[in-house]
């Protein structure tokens, strides 16, 4: 192979690896609201469901929210659920499909068929005590909060534009408590 033909085939490749790496995609990023630093960033697409998973300090059963990532950049509220012991949680959620589980969740699905519950961010105070975690389902990844950042730390969930090496790897989780 000729030196020249080398050279643009060289240069040609490190243009591309330099564009697929260095084009900005979306992201999901969790950012502490008081330094605005970035604690994490995980890669997401339009569809992208996104589970917000806590035991309620004060009842001590589990809440779940889902989130659909939507194409305009925002989460909008697909499912809410949370275990119920005593008493008739049809009054104390969103509209939607309710039903109850076996094991003892109240479920609100097709939220959105009822209403539209949008978010252009989600605001999370970290828990103290008690286990929180993001899930996203597509990527079967399980971010635990409090791992993250400590006890009572306000951290904002929103979508964001970040070159691809960060988010690869080590790059994730870009700050552990």
């Known amino acids: 192979m000729r030196l020249k033909t080398w050279l643009a085939i060289t240069g040609l490749t490190s243009v591309l690896l330099g564009l697929f790496f260095l084009w900005p995609i979306e992201t999901l990023t969790l950012r502490q609201v008081t330094s605005n630093e970035a604690l994490y960033r995980m890669p997401v697409r339009a569809g992208t469901m996104v589970r917000l998973r806590f035991l309620h300090s004060y009842e001590k059963g589990w809440v779940e929210e889902v989130y659909r990532v939507r194409s305009q950049g925002?989460?909008?509220?697909?499912?809410?659920?949370?275990?119920?012991?005593?008493?008739?949680?049809?009054e104390?959620?969103?509209?939607?499909?309710?039903?109850?589980?076996?094991?003892?969740?109240?479920?609100?699905?097709?939220?959105?068929?009822?209403?539209?519950?949008?978010?252009?961010?989600?605001?999370?105070?970290?828990?103290?005590?008690?286990?929180?975690?993001?899930?996203?389902?597509?990527?079967?990844?399980?971010?635990?909060?409090?791992?993250?950042?400590?006890?009572?730390?306000?951290?904002?969930?929103?979508?964001?534009?970040?070159?691809?090496?960060?988010?690869?790897g080590v790059f994730r989780i870009v700050k552990q408590h």
């Not at 925002?74 to 049809?90: G, P, S």
């Not at 971010?143 to 979508?159: C, E, H, K, N």
Request: glycine share 6%; net charge negative.
């Open 74 to 90: 925002d989460f909008q509220l697909v499912e809410h659920a949370f275990q119920v012991f005593n008493y008739d949680a049809r």
């Open 92 to 168: 104390a959620t969103y509209r939607g499909d309710f039903s109850m589980d076996d094991d003892g969740f109240a479920r609100v699905r097709n939220i959105a068929r009822y209403q539209e519950v949008v978010f252009p961010s989600l605001y999370i105070r970290v828990a103290n005590m008690v286990p929180q975690m993001l899930e996203l389902e597509e990527k079967k990844q399980v971010v635990s909060l409090p791992g993250l950042a400590p006890g009572g730390t306000l951290l904002q969930m929103r979508l964001e534009k970040a070159n691809r090496m960060m988010t690869m």
